[in-house]
């Protein structure tokens, strides 16, 4: 019998001050895109990417299984090379192999998404099946099968969920697709599904949605475009493999804008961030609620992406906001961090339209608002979104009446949860918390306990 050792808790408290500067991870949008998308070309390609956290390496399983991936390196500063083959030819995009694979996908939603729509137009003779864990086997499947079924696609779900199963076939039906949900993952898991149909594909979404599928396939070739929230791709299509460096991930960069826009005493400047325009969403709304944070540009040759360095600072207080409608789908993975901006607030913030998020990783409306409340923070639950009564002035006074035992915080093993509330007692803004289960950031933020003690003075 093997025993599997307990969780042990994570203490965070306030830190006196929060300065200094970070290289964050890459991105991980966009790392599975440039691993997957050019296992998809013909050619090979090195992919670049720094701290791949366990969602990546997901990815670069999978590929591993579909004999796509040729080699890992890992590299001094937590780079790490991947180095991929790609199964497409002069005449069409495509994975390698012959199907019959059981791929696991673990907890990444992205991967096991882009994977059907990937596998959908293979032409391989035998199933394909995708798993993964506890959690991701909970998640909703069919908003990616049943578009996928209607361009010909042999995908059969679980009841909805995993395992899924796939039966290439070599040629699909373009299609017109009007989404009902503006979702990246399924516009892209059908724009490589596009890739394999004769005719032009085209995808509406009911609100904007990041832009990495269309930037990094039309930099390989493809003949992708969108227009609005229209997006169209004309099949068969070819790509061509090439090789790039991931951006940092903004997502992450997110913990630190909200940290030193709540503490009272911080200036952090992030290196070589992602700077694409469909991801800085959750900068605006940071800068409406009074944040200062400074964008500078910089500029890379190995890759599709925008890229540059934020530098934040400590403000006097923030503004509350009201989040609904289109706005949501830009900011859906950064919405519980802006929660904690909210918390710190003057006035009454609220989010609407944000239902998606109980069916993430865990029910993240009900996390958020249940934690808020363990540690002080006046918050109600509501069926698509939370209501913050924000701490406003007395936020900060609060750091120096607490309690000789930290509070606990569930996660359910969500990292955002994670992240998000040890960046609440980082600030100062809630007394001192104990995270349960410290080890799931690693799943899109891996190195973020050592960047945070790297900022605080407390690195070994």
Known sequence: MTLVPPMVARRVGAARQLHGELRLPSDKSIAHRALL????????????????????????????ALGALEGVDELEGGATRFRVRGGGTDAAAGLPGTGGETIDCGNSGTTVR???????????????????????????????????????????????????HVLGRRRLTATIHRLPVASAQVLGAISLAALSAEGR?????????RDHTERLLAWLGAPIERVGMTTTIDGPAV????SCDVPGDLSSAAAWLVAASVHPDAEIRLRDVGLNPSRLAVVDV?????????????????????????????????????????RIAELIDELP?????????????EVRDAAELRVKESDRV??????????????????????IEGLGGAAHARAHARSSEPIEIETNGDHRIAISFAVAALTGLVPDVAI????????????FWSDLDSLTGSAS
């Open 436 to 447: 349960d289960d410290p080890a799931c950031v690693d799943v899109s933020y891996a190195g």
């Open 337 to 349: 961090l802006l929660a904690i901006a909210m918390a710190a607030a003057t006035g009454t913030s």
């Open 366 to 387: 009900a996390l958020v608002v249940r934690n808020l409340r363990a540690v002080g923070v006046e918050a109600e639950e509501l069926p698509d979104g939370w209501r």
């Open 201 to 209: 594909t085209t995808i509406e979404t009911p609100g904007p949605t």
């Open 37 to 64: 998308f050019n296992a998809m070309a013909a050619g090979s390609a090195d992919v670049l990417v720094r701290r791949p956290g366990a969602d990546v390496r997901s990815t670069a399983g999978a590929l591993h």
């Open 286 to 326: 940071l800068r409406e609620m009074g944040a200062d944070i400074d964008q500078e540009p910089g500029g890379t040759d190995r890759g599709p992406e925008p890229t540059g360095d934020l530098l934040v600072r400590s403000v006097g207080g923030l503004r509350a906001i009201v989040l609904s409608g289109a």
């Open 114 to 164: 882009f994977l059907t729509g990937a596998l959908a137009g293979r032409g391989a003779a035998a199933m394909t099946t995708l798993t993964g864990d506890e959690s991701l086997s909970r998640r909703p499947m069919e908003r990616v099968a049943a578009p996928l079924r209607q361009m010909g696609a042999s995908v059969q779900t679980s009841d909805g969920r995993l395992p899924i």
């Open 239 to 242: 790509l061509t493999a090439r």
